[in-house]
């Protein structure tokens, strides 16, 4: 994996959050984002998920993929020994439960050395470890 000039992992509730100004989350992800937005980087699981999300909220799904194209946000995908990993990460937090997308995320993280993750999920964040077991650091810091 290439190493984006990005530190902050973006997740799926802030991209929702930012283009729904229904979401609980709406105000304090839309005033965050733009600032972080430039620092950060997703995955393709992250995109799908939001796209989904943000459809089945009946605003157009492709009004993610406008927003991180039009932000230059870098969307990476997993190669197989890192979908493996994602694998065994949804095993492990099988409790969580984790979701793909968000084990497409730890193992980003642990790629790119990164632990500052833009996330509405605080149960899921705050449990997850990457490799070092270090907690991630979540943005925004409240709703």
């Known amino acids: ?8 992992l ?7 959050a930012a283009l729904d100004r229904s979401d609980q989350w709406h105000d304090a992800c839309a005033g965050v984002m733009e600032d972080l937005v430039a620092r950060c980087v997703t995955t393709e ?3 799908t998920e939001a796209c989904h999300m943000v459809g089945r ?8 993929i406008d927003f991180l ?11 197989p020994g890192a979908l493996r990993h994602a694998a065994r990460l949804m095993d492990r937090y099988a409790n969580m439960p984790m979701d ?9 993280a642990e790629a ?3 632990n500052t993750a833009l996330s509405t999920d605080r149960r899921g964040f705050r449990a997850y470890r ?5 907690p991630f650091k979540l943005l925004p810091e409240r709703a």
Not at 100 to 108: E, N, P, R
């Open 45 to 47: 699981a992250v995109v």
């Open 1 to 8: 994996m290439k190493r984006p000039t990005r530190d902050i």
């Open 10 to 16: 973006l997740d799926t509730g802030p991209l929702v």
């Open 112 to 114: 790119l050395d990164l």
């Open 69 to 79: 194209l039009a932000a230059e946000v870098p969307v990476l995908a997993l190669d």
């Open 130 to 134: 990457a490799t070092r077991g270090a």
């Open 57 to 64: 909220g009946g605003a157009r799904a492709s009004l993610v």
């Open 100 to 108: 793909f997308a968000d084990a497409s995320l730890v193992v980003l």
